[in-house]
Structures are given as C-alpha cells and as structure tokens.
C-alpha cells in the first residue's frame, strides 16, 4: 500500500500534457555542471594499473558539498536522507558504506538513501551498463570464433571466466560469462563483435545519457579501474532498473549456476569438448559461509576493485514489493560486508515499504518521457533498444532461465514473467514519472 501522503499527488491525473511535460523538464534535467563528461574519442580499454592520480579514480573520504539533484533536491545532499515518522523503523546501525540506495523497482520511490549522486568508481557493476547497452544486438543463438584480438588489453588481475583463442561461443555463453563469472574477457569479446572497444564504450555513454543517468562516465567497458570512470549508487540503480526490463537480462542476472564450454581437444581421431561449472558471484543469490541466500533475490551484478572496494546492486521481491538497493564501497573491512549492508538495507525497505514517505524518486528515461508527452501514447517499460534473439521486453509472459542453463540442481533464483503491469499514460505518467518493470514472481525455491 502507498503511504498515505501520496494521495493527493497521485490523484493530479487530469494535469495537461504539456503542464506535466514542463513539471518533468524542471525536474529530470540536472544541472550542466553536474553531467557526466563527454565521451572521449580515443579512450582505452587498456587502463594502466596506477590510477591514483585521477581525483575520480581515487575518490575522497567526505563526499562532495553539491552533487546532482536528478530524482529530487534531497538526493544532492550529503548523508543519510530519510523520512522518519511514526510507523516507519530506524535505519539500520552500522552502515559503512560510502553511498547507498533504497528504492521501489516499480513505482521508482526512493526510500531512503545516503550520498546517493556521489561519484565513486563502480567496478564491475558497470557491466549493468554494458549489458544493457549491447545485449539487445545479438541473437542468444549467434556463434562467434575467438581470434587473439579480441582478448587484447584486458587489464592485470582482471576477473576471467576461461574464453580460449580459437574456440568458438555463442552469445548466450559469453552473456552467462559476464554475469555469473564477471568476466572481462567475455566482456571484450562482446565489445570487439559490437565493433570494437571504443565504438562499445561511446555508446554505453550515449545509453546512460539517455537513462538519465548523469553521475555516469565510462572508460572501460567492463568496470577495470580507469581515471575518470566513475557512477553512482543512484546512476547503478537507474541502470539496472532498465536492464531488468529485459527478459534476457533478467534471466542472465538471477541465474546460479551453468555449464561453459572448455577447449576442443582430439584424441584418436575424435574432437571432443569439454565443459566447466561456474557459478554466479553475487554472494545474495549464492549464499557463502557466512552468509545466507536472500530470500527473494533476482539479481543483479557485483563488483570489486582496488580503487572502488566492493560495489552490489541488487533487486529481490518479498510480499509483492520489488525494490532494488545498491550499496558502493563499505569502509568496513568485513568478509562479504557489501552482502551484508544490502541485506539490511532490504530488510529495512521491506519493512518501511508504504510507511515511508519518498524522499526522491528514480526518473525514467529521456525517451520514455518523450513517448507520454505525446497524445495518446503509451509508455512501453522499454529501454536499450529492440527485441533481438529474445533480448527485448515482450508482451506475453515468457520462460525464466531454462535447467539447460543450470547444473547441480540449483536451478535459477528467480521464476520471471515479460508481462507488464498496468503502465500510466499522458498526463498521468508524466506526474507520477513511473516506469514500472515486468512483475517479478516469486523464487523458486531451491531443491
């Protein structure tokens, strides 16, 4: 249930067009200053390993004094913003980290947060952008032969999930490559098919421009510390919202376990190959000796590097409330410590979810908002481009992550459906700037 103060806002659905277009331009744009910088023409996939001489690479310990107002005025404040009233439980004690996000996937409400545009480096969770960026391009079905061009200038240390020169994969196995074993070399992959590292990263900033996603600036396209590459836990929360308007996404992102193909060998005149087990990384989908499988959980992607520490962001259902939470660099030097503020975050939103007033909300892309302006337009939940091999969203519910996908009998963590909820139009869309995502069902429960 809404909170009870949303009434009277929500009931402003015979506002005009073009008045409501003018309320979401004052709204949604964020101040020049403020906006991501330009794609650079010649940036490098090739970071060196040394970026502590970029103030971005290597961020502050106190955020800055003014940071972008995209979502509302309350989420350029640094600390804690939250509304606390009667009902409405405490924040969790103890949270370390630099930035986090509390808010509703469908209806966009932002819960609570702190620090929530301060731009750190986001790690691999930037593979959210580079996914939803590229994922629509290819068919699942589409095969592709590894020539050592495309494993060139990956950085040291880099996290891999085991891609040979001269093997051959689908899509759909360097997709499983990226989101269950962060793998940089699936990553480049990708990118060299979609012509390259630099058309790959220029585009994945054109897309978070497009999302409204300000804070965002990308170097690499799979998150490997580079000066000047940062995001936010506001921008990573805007990303995978539109990412999981994707049936693919989806399925990649709360898949546990699969099968990747190993190398070709030949032995007595036969060629046979092998396969090996990977798992997803995400520690909330998983589980780990110290901590448990959310319950709930979908998703989406984690990260850790030198320069940002640990980064999550995650999406899970309980009671027929989505939310998603990220959380950006813990300063406690804790095993899975990122696992464990986003669970309490969760815990908390779960809770707090139709008591608490919003204090910002996640805005909609630019094209969405463009579509409702017009006359008897719908908004479509889509985002990142057409349906291409089932990447796009669809209309009709469709499958979750196949046993095929799956090993061990872990199964995937989530039964998902591409049915859209009841989307607003017009005038009403524009006021209450929603984009809801495909509903969420609940997880399967494990075997």
Do not use: C
């Not at 509390?102 to 930037?126: C, F, I, K, Q, Y």
């Not at 017009?374 to 979750?400: H, I, M, R």
């Amino acid at each position: 249930m809404p909170a009870p103060k949303k009434t009277a806002r929500r009931s402003l659905l015979v506002i005009s067009v073009v008045l409501s277009s003018a309320l979401s331009s004052l709204v949604l744009t964020a101040p020049v200053s403020l906006a991501a910088p330009s794609p650079s023409p010649s940036t490098s996939a090739s970071p060196s390993p040394s970026t502590s001489a970029s103030p971005s690479a290597s961020p502050s310990v106190t955020p800055p004094a003014n940071m972008s107002t995209v979502g509302g005025e309350r989420l350029g404040l640094p600390g804690a913003q939250v509304d606390l009233a009667s009902g409405v439980p405490v924040l969790p004690k103890g949270l370390s980290a630099r930035s986090w996000i509390v808010a509703d996937a469908e209806s966009g409400d932002v819960l609570a947060a702190n620090n929530a545009h301060w731009r750190l480096p986001p790690a691999s969770t930037l593979k959210m952008l580079f996914a939803d960026t590229v994922l629509p391009k290819f068919a699942k079905t589409q095969k592709h032969k590894v020539v050592p061009s495309d494993l060139a200038g990956i950085g040291s240390g880099s996290s891999m999930v085991g891609i040979k020169e001269g093997e051959t994969y689908t899509v759909h196995d360097l997709w499983l490559g990226v989101f269950l074993r962060s793998g940089n070399d699936a990553v480049h992959v990708l990118s060299q098919m979609n012509d390259g590292i630099d058309n790959t990263v220029n585009e994945m900033n054109a897309h978070a421009e497009e999302l409204q996603a300000l804070d965002t600036h990308a170097v690499s396209p799979d998150g490997y510390d580079a000066p000047g590459q940062v995001s936010s836990a506001y921008d990573l929360t805007l990303i995978a919202r539109s990412g999981l308007q994707k049936k693919d996404f989806r399925e990649y992102s709360s898949t546990v376990s699969a099968k990747f193909p190993g190398e070709t060998t030949k032995k007595k005149g036969k060629t046979t190959r092998g396969s090996f087990e990977i798992q997803n990384t995400n520690r909330l989908l998983t589980g780990d000796s110290d901590i448990s499988v959310y319950p709930g959980i979908a998703g989406v992607k984690n990260g850790n590097t030198t320069n940002a520490g640990a980064t999550f962001t995650g999406v899970a259902e309980q009671g027929g409330k989505v939310l998603l939470v990220t959380v950006m660099n813990p300063q406690k030097d804790e095993r899975n410590e990122v696992y464990k503020e986003t669970a309490q975050l969760f815990d908390w939103g779960f809770k707090a979810a139709g008591k608490v007033e919003p204090v910002g909300e996640l805005v909609p892309p630019k094209s969405a908002v463009q579509a409702s302006a017009q006359p008897g337009a719908n908004a479509s939940g889509e985002a990142g481009g057409t349906d291409a091999g089932g990447a796009g969203t669809s209309s009709k519910p469709v499958a979750s992550a196949t046993a095929e996908t799956a090993s061990g009998g872990m199964g995937v963590a989530l039964a998902i459906t591409g049915g859209l909820l009841v989307v607003l139009a017009g005038a009403a869309f524009l006021v209450n700037r929603r984009w809801p995502l495909p509903d969420l069902v609940r997880r399967r429960p494990r075997p």
